[in-house]
């Protein structure tokens, strides 16, 4: 299959490009962070190629969109894996902040499905965006107001295109506690997010049973993509929930 990646420089967006690529797909992967991408393109293999990508500026994403395309000859999907998740007490976020959350998770997932559509029709492709089981939740996590708030709203915009566009397979991946997900250094998620502060609203999810204290292979994330991305059009998956497995 012919796919991009946005998001791959780092986190599940890398392990994806790279697990794909290596399954032989021809795999475009697209992040902000170029440098960072050299050595995904080198783990991944000669059927990945890197482009550089701000899903937050709308000719930056565009561009990179069709650049890929271009390269791959066609497109078969998008997996959006963009994401960031500022901490802090919701009365406290600044307005930069609820943009830079909406504009990382929201708008430039809608900027890069855009771009893509016309090829996902006339591939009837898929488009796959990854979310997470906080933001689904019916009792939001402490300290994540932006990211929660957020993450909702692309769920509406993924139920929208769905709508509009009825030959494409959208689909949500929720994902739970997962290997390289918040809090884990491998995905950069928590890199910004104050130590002490951190600490008391992890104690918060704990207390309150949001957090189910497993972790979700990345391997388990990798099997639900293929599972999606062999399944018919006419067979839309609209939500894929991956959790961790009970303890035996």
């Known amino acids: 299959m012919k796919l991009i990646v946005l998001g791959a420089s780092s986190g599940l967006g890398r392990c994806l490009g790279i697990a794909l690529a290596q399954a032989e797909n021809d795999v475009a992967l697209l992040a902000r962070r170029e440098d960072r991408l050299a050595g995904t393109v080198a783990e991944a293999g000669p059927t990945s190629f890197a482009v550089g990508c701000d899903v937050t500026d709308e000719d930056s994403c565009s561009k990179a969109i069709g650049t890929a395309v271009e390269r791959l000859g066609g497109l078969d ?63 939001p996590w402490p300290g994540l107001g932006a990211y929660l708030t957020s993450k909702a709203a692309l769920d509406k915009l993924i139920d929208a295109y769905r709508v509009e566009h009825p030959a494409i397979n959208f689909t949500r991946i929720v ?74």
């Open 77 to 139: 999907g998008i997996i959006y894996t963009v994401g960031i998740g500022p901490m802090g007490p919701i009365g406290d976020i600044d307005a930069a902040t609820w943009r830079k959350a909406f504009d990382t998770n929201v708008v430039g997932a809608a900027i890069a499905t855009s771009a893509a559509l016309p090829h996902l029709q006339a591939s009837g492709g898929h488009a796959i965006y990854l979310s997470s089981i906080s933001a689904s939740d019916s009792k």
């Open 175 to 248: 994902m739970g506690d997962c290997a390289g997900g918040p809090g884990d250094s491998v995905t950069g998620f928590a890199d910004a997010w104050d130590p002490e502060l951190a600490m008391e609203m992890v104690t918060l999810w704990v207390n309150r049973g949001l957090v189910a204290g497993q972790l979700v292979p990345v391997e388990e994330l990798v099997r639900a993509v293929d599972f999606v991305l062999a399944s018919e059009t006419v067979t839309s998956i609209p939500t894929m929930v991956v959790t961790p497995k009970p303890a035996m």
